[in-house]
């Protein structure tokens, strides 16, 4: 039995259906969800992939967001808190291999965790020297624990876990395997894909939700398909001409059925998945474009919330990952550290009101803050010192003997008692 024939109530019944349990009186509720485009023809929304996924804006969003931010975060390496120069550092922050840039490289490595939840690559090494940082496959990936040690399976080969660089988005119980936000998520983002296919159905027909015939309806199937077939012909040419309306058999109606968007809040609901998207990755609903709730003030506070409570997050992972299977266990000194400031700066006005008043209470030297906005040092050579306000003197000095201006106050004969009394012009 059809659907559009249960749906318009046309099927060849017996005059006892109602007492006939074999024969449906109406459509079923999943099959109207179906034929909407919010169900699939199993009875399921519709399946989720990444690629299905990615086609999502706001999936696409969270994921293009999240990847080309901690790729474009500057890499550094020290000893103890010297920055250091040399190859590693340019393994890291310049180019990894002869073909890939650092930024592709990350970019690469963050797309494949924040899809897939996981993005391995392996260090190359002449001896115990890292040379060479290639990303790998992690759908061609399998990981296993082999007498109790962690082995990465790629291409053929096995590779130990001290040679992976490995920041999964979540591990699952085993401590092998990982989730990806894409799969945890995959019913919010699911949802998200049927309204935009119902979106697309509704509007790629002019608009025209579907309609069901009433009225007198010709007798056998045949001649039932040829009168459907001349009502959808009819409203084609009324689109395609333009016209508002179009002529109907005399006794006969088009009712819509569904659910009209406007009345089932269907703009209230897909800025709601933007919002329950962004909860996957853990995203400020700003970054994705939402500035339904956005103000001045709160937007600029979801800025400080991304980097405390989010890339801070992801960099200190990646941090201690590759500190890890760089450096080794026992590691001294040596370590690998993102920089932040870039994210963290404020206005213009702000910044340069904050940097003043580091140089004022002697917390930077000129030279520091000036580094901090690219510009070269203080020529005169005067910036690589620290300076404090004359004003301000230690705690414990007596007030008699600080002038007005901070220095030694005089006495009746303009002599400095603290210094043998010698008057100012001595």
Excluded at 66 to 78: C, F, G, I, N, Q
Excluded at 265 to 273: C, H
Excluded at 329 to 348: E, I, M, T, W, Y
Excluded at 379 to 394: D, F, N, R
Aim: charged share 25%.
């Amino acid at each position: 039995m059809g659907f559009w024939s249960r749906l318009v109530g046309r099927e060849e019944r017996s005059v006892n259906a109602l007492e006939n349990p074999t024969v449906p009186l109406s459509a079923g509720a999943e099959e109207i969800f179906a034929f909407f485009g919010l169900l699939d023809q199993r009875g399921h929304l519709p399946p989720v992939t990444i690629d299905a996924a990615l086609c999502v804006p706001a999936v696409l969003g969270a994921v293009t967001f999240m990847s080309r931010t901690m790729a474009a975060l500057p890499l550094h390496t020290y000893a103890g808190t010297e920055k250091r120069d040399g190859d590693l550092a340019m393994l890291l922050n310049e180019a990894p291999n002869a073909e890939w840039s650092s930024f592709e490289w990350r970019r690469y490595m963050w797309q494949q965790i924040f899809t897939g939840g996981r993005g391995p690559c392996w260090i190359e090494r002449i001896g115990t020297k890292p040379v060479a940082i290639w990303p790998m496959d992690p759908s061609l990936t399998t990981v296993a624990r082999v007498r109790g040690r962690k082995i990465y399976r790629f291409e053929g080969r096995e590779y130990p876990a001290t040679d992976i660089i490995d920041v999964p988005f979540m591990l699952k119980v085993n401590q092998i395997d990982a989730y990806g936000p894409v799969n945890l998520g995959r019913k919010a983002i699911a949802l998200a894909i049927a309204m935009n296919d119902f979106a697309a159905t509704f509007f790629a027909g002019g608009g025209v939700p579907p309609l069901a015939l009433e009225g007198p309806l010709p007798q056998g199937a045949d001649a039932f398909k040829r009168a459907q077939a001349d009502i959808n012909r009819a409203i084609e040419m009324a689109k395609k001409a333009g016209t508002p309306f179009f002529g109907m058999p005399p006794g006969h109606t088009l009712k819509a059925i569904g659910i009209d968007p406007d009345k089932g809040q269907m703009t209230e609901a897909r800025l709601f998945q933007i919002q329950e998207i962004a909860r996957i990755w853990g995203l400020p609903p700003v970054f994705l474009q939402d500035l339904s709730r956005g103000t001045f003030a709160n937007t600029e506070q979801q800025d400080l919330q991304l980097v405390k409570h989010l890339i801070g997050q992801w960099a200190k992972a990646f941090e201690d990952e590759l500190n890890l299977k760089l450096f080794g266990q026992r590691r001294r000194s040596l370590k690998v550290k993102h920089n932040l400031d870039g994210l963290q700066r404020g206005d213009f006005k702000s910044r340069i009101e904050g940097l003043a008043r580091a140089i004022n209470t002697g917390q930077l030297m000129p030279d520091e803050a000036r580094a901090l906005e690219d510009r070269p040092p203080d020529p005169s050579g005067h910036g690589g010192k620290l300076y404090i306000q004359g004003a301000t003197v230690p705690l414990g000095t007596a007030p008699s003997k600080i002038g007005h201006n901070g220095g030694p106050t005089l006495d009746d004969d303009g002599k400095d008692p603290a210094d043998g009394g010698k008057s100012a012009d001595d």
